[in-house]
T-cell receptor, first 111, second 109 residues
Framework: KAGVTQTPRYLIKTRGQQVTLSCSPI?????VSWYQQTPGQGLQFLFE???????NKGNFPGRFSGRQFSNSRSEMNVSTLELGDSALYLC??????????FGEGSRLTVL | EDQVTQSPEALRLQEGESSSLNCSYT??????LFWYRQDPGKGPEFLFT???AGEEKEKERLKATLTKKESFLHITAPKPEDSATYLC??????????FGAGTTVTVRA
């Protein structure tokens, strides 16, 4: 059974640019969540989507947005990148609340 | 605001030396407490779910327990492959997951 797939795995952007990250969940999983992980702040919840609807949202500025498609695949977008957005962005899918299956993440570096 | 505090930050063990990790929490309306393991460069891997005080779950050398204010992850006779960062997370009434900062465990052969 294929796991959660995230693309791209690594990317480098400059301040002011925007970035789109993609996530393919485990087949049959309709819930997709996104997290930001940094050494200083740990794992911070960004948002959760279920059946194309945002079900929950963390405390991040509006520059961070996401969406989910009818096949449960999800994307997140960060606009007007700042240096502080450098992080590992993790996507997770789940069948049961709290029991998340994470991808390997997209490591974003903002220069 | 929901808070999850894990201690210690780091733990160095000799192979076979059992120990415990602590996760203390304050949350309004606990729906569940979850333990994850994260290896360097990888996403967290789900280990256990605990729902109510007194509940225990076991998997190989790991055993998780839950009280009303904290959870413990006991590692019995650890092996080098148990080296990882262990993360605790709580789910509140709003269904959001809040993660602790983690405990990094290093097991020396």
């Amino acid at each position: 059974k294929a796991g959660v797939t995230q693309t791209p795995r690594y990317l480098i952007k400059t301040r002011g640019q925007q970035v789109t990250l993609s996530c393919s969940p485990i087949s049959g999983h309709r819930s997709v969540s996104w997290y930001q992980q940094t050494p200083g702040q740990g794992l911070q919840f960004l948002f959760e989507y279920f059946s194309e609807t945002q079900r929950n949202k963390g405390n991040f500025p509006g520059r961070f947005s996401g969406r989910q498609f009818s096949n449960s695949r999800s994307e997140m977008n960060v606009s007007t990148l700042e240096l502080g957005d450098s992080a590992l962005y993790l996507c997770a899918s789940s069948l049961k609340a709290g029991e998340l299956f994470f991808g390997e993440g997209s490591r974003l570096t903002v220069l | 605001e929901d808070q999850v505090t894990q201690s210690p930050e780091a733990l160095r063990l000799q192979e076979g030396e059992s120990s415990s990790l602590n996760c203390s929490y304050t949350v309004s309306g606990l729906r569940g407490l979850f333990w994850y393991r994260q290896d360097p460069g990888k996403g967290p891997e789900f280990l256990f779910t605990l729902y109510s005080a007194g509940e225990e779950k076991e998997k190989e050398r790991l055993k998780a327990t839950l009280t009303k204010k904290e959870s413990f992850l006991h590692i019995t006779a650890p092996k080098p492959e148990d080296s990882a960062t262990y993360l605790c997370a709580v789910q509140a009434g709003d269904y959001k997951l809040s993660f602790g900062a983690g405990t990094t465990v290093t097991v020396r052969a």
